[in-house]
């Protein structure tokens, strides 16, 4: 009878450890993924002051059912929730919360805006929810030590001011600098990193620094203060509307200076085209990712998929909005990371995936790619100088970044 | 000095922005008694609409000219449905009325036209004979048509009929409907011309400030100021309190305070002139009998 | 100058009890008495303690935001429904209350039930002295010159001078209030967003009460009558500048205690939280909950806390146009609001009721 007992729990054993813990055919799920479909969640401000930033949450529904239209990953479709949370913080809290604790989606894709970000980060941190390639250039969002289920995406404000200070002072250490930042998070990390890279000499370099905000009707008075300081080089920290104005209001008022021109506003459409072509020759800018109204790459294949893309997916989309090739390119950050998690679709898992990235993207500058690791939470890092010749950027220099 | 200069008329420029904002409210203010807060966003309407139609081919002054016309069309519209039944109800309901059409108009612009940032062309070319050196083609032009606007509007108030009909039912009423004039029409007509003004205010703003359903959130507040600084019911005064207000924007904005605050020197100018200058610098001062 | 009562719409004239106090007395005067109440109002409470339990936490963090936003569209009913002066910018009393509530947590580490006092004493001396230049202005005037408030205050919070203290653009994160105890219950842990609803509750019932009991007395009349007569009420004695004044200041302190509840609730402040648009909802929920209407706060905030996430559903602009549609509507068909509506219906169902009850008794009915 002992035998028969013993036998039996030998039996039960085998048979628990056959079943439980073999690496063929484990699936592991967490909320918002099963056999059929993972749950992908996003907020975006489709309404309210910021809402020309709400066509990237569009281009990212629109580049996932390309996705499920082609099989989905791994044999799951994604389901797509965007919430809209109209940039503000309190909202973007309640959205998350809801995405978290109602919808039970995997994770909380591309959240825009450091306020909105930073409403959220200590809530999805203590959930263990992936706050996965969060949509601003703070430096903030890279810190595994503290925030490990938060990480970034693209380049840093700060890394890209520092290129620009690192440029000057190779080529024109006596220079005299005029700054024009937006009075937010945004313009001030990029002046913050400028004047890292500026170092000691950026208190004798810089001789005027003006802000605006985005109320402000106009930028012009702000330009005739940097031009009567007598600057002979100009860092222009602003969205794509107010750089427009600064560039056109400096031909007006005859200022010529190094122009510098941070890379948000750096669309040959929506900005110079506006400011007038002429004006914006020699502007310096950096770049990541391809400018879809830059003629340079009509012939270049993955900018004719995105425009098929466009075409098929989000017709109503403007092919000359650059947001759209963002959101269609960190789309494909995630589906990445996705087909890399394979069956083990735990939170976990996507963090850990997320965290071993080494790929290139096509909409991505050549020499760009997205690579990441347990202590490098900055996916896109590498970055090229490109000057304005009147019709297109011309790349130029070396490519920066690790 | 040089810089100096530069700021006045670069302020002086903003202030016709503000200004032309301010005429449609003189306007609506002048036939109706109320402030509306809808300007902005019906003026961001209008200059969509143009938008559209620049976009499908249309030459500029043709699309310049319809918008107008719609413009004047719906504003009448909109006074003969959505404000007559509360033409007698108090201030507050009017206030509510008008937030509401503030919230529709901003909505259905961006559900319209999609909420990117568009450039809308100026039909002043940058290197045309309008230039001079502190002034830019497109800021001389929009000061000229502000100008016309203003002369315009005046010689209707004062020499056509219709214009005295207008005067007759917003000084008095029931001595007006007594005469005949039919008070409600002249209402009406005072928010077509408002509309129309608005609209105008619209393309002429936005080949500077860029065309998206919020463009008009930052400029409403100072075409507030500049109306209520100039003398709400009096045109002229919008026009030099929009000037006024934008010189001292900037003056202040460069010199004082910093860019930082501008918001709050609208706020203060607003209180200010309120209490202290309740008819702004041109207005009527009003007694009321007790 | 006309108070909401006497407006254009239909059903307002038969709803008195909306514009004076001593309207609704004789027809709850009854009522205490009667077991049926007391029953009713016990089932009521039970409810009440019950529901966090049976549901998510995150439906108990938006009820928690309904409390709070029922307490701030309260204090701007007791400026604009009872008194008359038009405000477009109690967003910002609500974000100073906030910011209040944050600093004192965050940078002096006091804890976040006694900011509430201090926040609404702050604000009460900030709505008191922005009632004075109010003094002078009337209808649209006043609500510019708020307008131009609710503006101003985002950028002023930005202000590089006081970014030590206000975070700047960043604003500042805070702790979630924990709760003092633990357990479960219906096997839901009573956590944090529970035990501020509890918390919220009890301070919505204190809120409530006050005003109750200011709205209903001497006070309460005279904000009336200044609201609807301002001559007549000053030639017969009452003190205009110093009730309006002291109006505003109630006012503010009333949603400046909402907004450091709200600081908790969310657990964050900043700058964009607080933008014009807070100040228009906040008038909208006034004017669906109805002017002059203390339990109306309630609706007004279950309004403007659900129907944008309903609204959302259908497009993204919708919720916008939404507000606008019902702000137009209301002004026509319901300018008392939801509960002027209630009341309509519960004035008829009772006049039907006690005609059938006391058909022998010569009493006028309260029409």
Known sequence: MLLRAFIRAALAGVAAAALSGTALAQKKYDPGADDKEIKIGAIHPYSGPASAYGTIGKAIGAYFDKVNAEGGINGRKIKYIALDDGYNPAKTVEMARKLVEEEEALLVFNPLGTPPNTAIQRYLNQKKVPQLFVATGATKWGDPKNFPWTMGWQPTYQAEGRIYAAHILETKPNAKIAVLYQNDDYGKDYLKGFEDGLGDKAKTMIVAKVTYEVTDPTVDSQMVTLKASGADVFFNITTPKFAAQA???????????????NNVSSSVGSVLTPAGLPNAVGIITTAYIKDPTDPQWANDKGFQEWVAFMKKYMPSGNLADGFNVYGYTVAQGLVQVLKQAGDNLTREN?????????ITLPMLLPGVNVKTAADDF????????????????????????? | MEGFLHQVFAGVANGCIYGSVALALVMIYQATHHLNFAQGEMATFSTFIAWALIQQGWPYWAAFAVTVAVSFAAGLVIQRVVLRPVERAPVLTNVNVFIGLLLIFNALSGWLFDHTVKSFPSPFAQESFLKTRFFSAHEMGSFLVMMAVLLALYAFFRFTSLGLAMRAAALNPDSARLVGIRVSWMLAVGWGLAAAIGAVAGMMVAPVVFLDPNMMA??????????????VDNPFGAVIGGLVVGVLENLLGAYVIGTELKLTVALVLIVGTLTLMPAGLFGKRVVTRV | MNGPTTSTASGAAAAPADGTATATAPAGAGVWRSPLFWLGLALAVAALCVLPFLVKNYRVFQFNLVLVYAIAILGLNILTGFNGQISLGHGAFYAVGAYAAAILMERAG?????TLPVAGALCFVFGFLMGFPALRLGGHYLAVAT?????AVPQLLKYKLIEGWTGGVQGIVLNKPEPPFSFRFLGQPFNSDRW????TLAVVVVMFWLAWNLLHGRVGRALIAIRDHPIAASAMGINLPVFKSLTFGVSAAFTGVAGALGASVIAFVSPDSFTVNLSIFLLVGMVVGGLASIPGAFFGAIFIQFVPNIADEISKSAPAAIYGVLLIGLMYLMPTGVMGLVRTLWLRWRSRFSAAASSSNARPKET
């Open chain 2, 218 to 231: 930052g400029i409403l507040l100072y075409g507030f100021a500049s109306a209520l600084l100039g003398g």
């Open chain 3, 110 to 114: 006091v804890p976040y039930w006694a």
């Open chain 1, 350 to 358: 996507v963090m850990k995936q997320a965290a071993s990235l080494d």
């Open chain 1, 247 to 261: 560039i056109k209001k400096a031909a007006e008022i005859g200022w010529k200076p190094v122009h510098y021109l």
């Open chain 1, 378 to 402: 900055y996916p896109i890092e590498r970055e090229q100088l490109q000057r304005f010749d009147g019709k297109t950027w011309v790349l130029f220099g070396k490519v920066y970044g690790r």
């Open chain 3, 147 to 151: 307008l131009a408030l609710a503006l």
């Open chain 3, 196 to 199: 501020l609803y509890f918390f």
